[in-house]
């Protein structure tokens, strides 16, 4: 009787020792797995601040590049507000500011196809914008017709921070097209004499 419980006795140590060792090992390895865990969770979350920093650098990038194209718009609405009230010298003073404007831009941030049709654009409209610095109110709106093309053209590229509506004009010239801050129809072809002829074509945005 004493032999079978020494016998019962020894094998219920080595039990409880089996047991113990178990759980500890269990418990190492869930230590180490959590470990890994986060491991992989740091390299994910320096992977994501990675992303945000490219995301924020070609986000500044672009409202750099934006900044210079909204220098032109607005150079381009001085004109237009100039040819609108019929003056010929402010228009021609928006023309020389415009032809500054169109000069300054650099298009580099732009892919090799866009900077080829930018580098178009903008050699047309510094060519039309020096013709209106120097030209009468009549030549200054047939090359204003061929200008608002351009800058058109421009912003199909570059954006804008602002919504434009593209205005159309039946009247003048078979029909001519500009651009404006308003849905209000202020026409830059005819001025006082035809002020609200035209209609809105589409906003831009």
């Not at 003056?87 to 032809?99: I, Q, S």
Request: aromatic fraction near 6%; proline fraction near 1%; charged fraction near 30%.
């Amino acid at each position: 009787m004493k032999q079978l419980k020494s016998t019962l006795g020894i094998v219920a140590i080595a039990f409880i020792t089996l047991t113990a060792v178990s759980c500890k090992d269990n418990k190492n390895e869930h230590n180490n797995a959590d470990g890994h865990h986060d491991g992989d969770k740091t390299e994910h979350n320096e992977m994501m601040d990675n992303d945000e920093m490219r995301s924020s650098d070609k986000m500044m990038a672009n409202n750099n590049q934006d900044a210079k194209a909204e220098v032109i718009i607005k150079d381009y609405f001085e004109l237009k507000n100039a040819l609108v009230s019929d003056d010929t010298k402010k228009a021609a003073e928006a023309g020389k500011t415009l032809v500054a404007s169109l000069k300054a831009f650099d298009n580099s941030k732009y892919t090799a196809e866009q900077q080829s049709e930018l580098n178009d654009i903008l050699e047309d409209a510094i060519e039309h914008a020096e013709h209106i610095a120097e030209s009468a109110m009549d030549h200054q709106r047939e090359h204003f017709k061929i200008l608002s093309k351009d800058i058109t053209d421009m912003v199909a590229i570059t954006g804008t921070e602002n919504t434009l509506y593209q205005q159309f004009c039946p009247m003048y010239d078979g029909g001519s097209a500009w651009l404006s801050m308003s849905e209000d129809i202020k026409n830059p072809y005819y001025g006082s004499k035809m002020l609200t002829c035209g209609k809105v074509q589409k906003e831009i945005n």
